[in-house]
């Protein structure tokens, strides 16, 4: 018998397929990182698994087996009427499909794995587009039909988006978090207890926040949040899928991003960008010291990462200037309990 105790993931779910029976989306209850070598070992031989990456639409005799395991998950699964598949990842490779890619999404989401902690190379080749309707997820070839056959019931079929992405809120509701608006933080974003998302404030897949938070601006793909920092309203964080730009973006622990300042180089612990500032890599910023003399200038990538340090517009000459600064940024703890 096979050893699979290094599986790194595993998932039951169910999905969606088109009338050409392509996979369009699927939902996993209880993704597993790492799952136990017991339970590989009981549900490979059922299924058809033997190792590497495979994705297996389970039916007929295998879906029966699964059936008579003692398992609420798996039972209730298996009575859904929708298509049923298991997805095994013997290691972390960039996704195939569609089912090994929502299972990286969900175990994102799930808070399973960080932000940049898996393989999601090459994501958005293998995801089609999707119509997220009131009635599920559909193909957008096959959206007029659809449209039609409802208009014809006498309802109308409200189409919410058309994107590779859905809402992480239709997939996985993660404890101790507050959202205003659902359509703004995708599947594949990594929400930490005590963050709060207001209506304005977006979450890309592959990024997100330590916990607690406050996001009333953009958190790009890949970007990383630390604990205690405040993401002002309209504000913006560089990603990498789009630009150029190759550096991953942080933002360190206690930082304050004021209401439409932007962020291009990764921020330590305890800074602050002043409302307005888009503070880019190459932004030329004249060094203050404590006496408020100018040091050196440099351009911002320099001082990446460096700790407790206030960026701001000099009013007089609209020169960029960094100094030093112990000021401690805290969230209000009623907003995050």
């Given at each position: ?16 397929r ?24 009981q ?10 990456n ?30 049923l ?8 490779l ?14 994102l ?8 902690g898996t ?5 958005f ?5 999707v ?6 997820p559909v193909?957008?070839?096959?959206l ?11 309802r109308?079929?409200k ?19 507050r ?25 890309n897949?592959?990024?997100?926040t330590?916990?607690p ?12 949040v630390?604990?205690g ?20 973006l ?9 209401a ?13 960008i ?18 408020g003399e ?30 030093p ?6 969230l ?6």
């Open positions: 018998m096979s050893n699979f105790s290094s599986l790194y993931a595993f998932g039951l779910g169910i999905g969606t088109n009338a050409k029976g392509e996979w369009l989306e699927v939902y996993f209850p209880t993704p597993l990182l790492n799952p136990p070598d017991a339970l590989i070992q549900l490979a031989p059922l299924l058809g698994y033997t190792e590497g495979h994705w297996i639409t389970v039916e007929g005799a295998a879906k029966d087996a699964l059936s008579r395991l003692n398992d609420e998950t798996i039972q209730t699964l298996v009575r859904s009427p929708k298509p598949i298991a997805v095994f990842l013997g290691q972390d960039p996704p195939e499909g569609v089912p090994d890619s929502y299972l990286k999404l969900h175990l989401s799930h808070r399973q794995i960080k932000p940049r393989d999601l190379t090459g994501i080749r293998v995801l089609p587009n119509a997220w309707t009131s009635d599920g193909d957008p070839e096959e007029p039909a659809r449209q039609l056959a409802a208009r014809i019931e006498g109308t079929l189409v919410h988006a058309l994107d590779k992405f859905p809402p992480m809120l239709d997939y996985v509701v993660p404890s101790g978090v959202i205003a608006d659902g359509a703004r933080v995708r599947l594949g974003a990594y929400l930490g207890s005590g963050t709060t998302v207001m209506q304005e404030g977006f979450i897949f592959n990024a997100g330590e916990g938070n406050m996001v009333e601006g953009r958190v790009s793909s890949s970007v990383w630390g604990a920092s405040d993401l002002g309203g309209g504000c913006s964080t560089m990603g990498i899928l789009s630009g150029g730009n190759a550096t991953p942080s933002v360190g622990k206690s930082c304050l991003l004021g439409n300042a932007g962020l291009g180089i990764p921020l330590g612990d305890g800074c602050t002043e409302a307005g500032l888009y503070l880019t890599a190459g932004t030329k910023v004249q060094v203050l010291d404590r006496t100018t040091v050196k200038t440099v351009k911002a990538r320099d001082l990446a990462g460096k700790p407790h340090l206030l960026f701001r517009r000099n009013s007089l000459t609209g020169t960029i200037e960094c100094l600064t112990q000021h401690a940024i805290e209000n703890a009623d907003l995050h309990a």
